[in-house]
Every structure is written in structure tokens, then in C-alpha cells.
């Protein structure tokens, strides 16, 4: 006889019931981060859209990219659409990320998920075009991060492609997420180095004047990997996860909700609203 068969009924964990609350758990932390990613997406409006209200290319280098460079009419006009896109990218992310709007809208869904998965495919190549181009802070393997990062947005948004030519949504889906996440990878970033500085009250694990170092390096891939790993862990359990699986899964999601919000106060804190 096996453990779980001595145990009663009613004091076993319920699979069903944990499953909800997993559901629970991730809906928060999206609804945390999406929150987040309109601030920032009104941030790059502000900041790069000065230009057409009068203010001049100048405008643009309020933020530490140094974006606008005199004389360098093709990496202005490549930084240029990447902020525009970046803001595409968010507003599209957070239409089809709405359950209602999929459901009740679907003509409207299929349109903007084609616009979002093109949009994040030149988003992608301007990100790598620019870092080509000009280069970027940090180091070759901080560059590399950046860059792996945009070879992911490619691939998952391909496939999230494919699978809907093909109908099979829920593999579809799936890689849709993907493709928010890595989307969001540059989001990450900000937020992950926030959340680090907040916590540790110093540049712990790197240099701020060259802003090199170990963290950093390891920042510059876990902005698109780690998220990419909760997620799956996440729909593992949801498919095939017990009760205590699942119910680890909401708890580990909450924690991160709470993280992912303390990054987004101190990003807007100390990062955005002082350059607004």
C-alpha cells in the first residue's frame, strides 16, 4: 500500500484547487509586469518623441544611450524606428496578452499578433543592426547576451508563426509567450539591475563607470533565460504537475510578482521619471 493511499481524502492536497491558484499567481505577476511595461513604454514616448513636439533630435540623449549622434544619419534613423517599435512591441503585447479581446475579438487578435510577431522580428534586427553599427556599454559578452536575445525573439516569433498558419493554438500559444518574454528581455534587464541595487544599496558585482562586470555578464542572459525557465516550469505544472507542484509554482510566482514590482519601483524611481 502506498503512503498517499493511508492519507484520507479530505486531507489530501487538491490538485484541482491548486491548479486555480497557480492560474492565480501567474495572472498577478503578468498584470505586475505589463503595469511596469507601460510606464516604460510611456518613458520611450516621452523621451524619443520629443522630436515631434519641438524638441529636437538633442532630446533623445536625455536617456545614457547617447542615442542621437550627429552625422550618423543611418544609426539615428535605425535607433529611431527601435524606439517606435519598442513601443509598438508593448501596446501589442499587452492586446494580445488580453483573454477577452482573444476570445470575443479574434479578427482583432489575428491582426495584431501578426503585427506584434513582425514587429518584434525588426525590432530584433534593428537591436543587432545597432549594436553592429555602433556598438553598445558593456562587453563582448554583455554584447553577446544582447544579441543571443534577438536571434531568440527571432526564432520563437517564427514559430508562433508557423504554428498558427498550421491552427494548432495551443502550441502556438505557448510560443507566443516565449516571444513576450524574450521580447521583454531589455525590460528585464532594467528592472533585474534595479531590483539588485535596491537590495544591496551598491553596484554589487560590477563597475558602474565602465559598467562591466560579473553581474552584469550574467544579467545580460538571464534577462530572456530565466524568464523563459519559470515559464516552463510554470506550464509543466499546469499540464502535468501535482498538487504540490503546482502549489510551489504559486508561491514561487507570487515571490516573483513582489520582486518584479520592487524592480519596477526603483527602474521608475531612479531610472525613468528623473529623465521625464
Not at 115 to 132: D, H, P, Q
Request: aromatic content about 12%.
Amino acid at each position: 500500500m502506498s503512503l498517499a493511499a493511508t492519507i484520507p481524502e479530505t486531507a489530501r492536497p487538491d490538485p484541482t484547487t491548486a491548479k486555480r491558484w497557480l492560474g492565480r499567481a501567474g495572472m498577478a505577476w503578468l498584470l505586475v509586469a505589463l503595469a511596469g511595461q507601460m510606464i516604460f513604454a510611456l518613458y520611450v514616448a516621452v523621451i524619443y518623441g520629443g522630436v515631434l513636439t519641438g524638441g529636437g533630435y538633442e532630446s533623445w540623449n536625455r536617456s545614457p544611450a547617447q542615442a542621437y549622434r550627429p552625422g550618423d544619419g543611418f544609426g539615428n534613423l535605425i535607433f529611431g524606428l527601435h524606439a517606435i517599435f519598442s513601443i509598438v512591441i508593448i501596446a501589442g503585447g499587452v492586446a494580445q496578452l488580453i483573454p477577452t479581446l482573444r476570445q470575443r475579438m479574434p479578427a482583432f487578435h489575428r491582426w495584431t499578433g501578426r503585427t506584434y510577431m513582425v514587429s518584434a522580428a525588426i525590432l530584433s534586427l534593428g537591436g543587432i543592426a545597432l549594436i553592429a553599427w555602433r556598438g553598445t556599454v558593456g562587453n563582448g559578452i554583455m554584447h553577446a547576451g544582447t544579441i543571443s536575445n534577438g536571434i531568440a525573439i527571432l526564432i520563437c516569433a517564427g514559430m508562433a508563426w508557423m504554428l498558427a498558419r498550421r491552427r494548432q493554438f495551443d502550441a502556438h500559444r505557448r510560443w507566443a509567450l516565449r516571444l513576450f518574454l524574450c521580447v521583454s528581455g531589455v525590460w528585464f534587464f532594467r528592472v533585474g539591475l534595479m531590483a539588485w541595487l535596491l537590495t544591496f544599496r551598491a553596484p554589487v558585482g560590477f563597475d558602474p563607470k565602465s559598467f562591466t562586470g560579473p553581474f552584469l555578464e550574467f544579467l545580460s542572459f538571464a534577462q530572456y533565460l530565466l524568464p523563459l525557465a519559470v515559464l516552463q516550469l510554470y506550464l509543466h505544472a499546469m499540464d502535468r504537475g501535482g498538487a504540490v507542484l503546482r502549489w510551489g509554482m504559486a508561491g514561487l510566482l507570487t515571490v516573483l510578482a513582489l520582486i518584479t514590482a520592487f524592480g519596477i519601483f526603483g527602474a521608475t524611481m531612479g531610472m525613468w521619471l528623473p529623465r521625464l
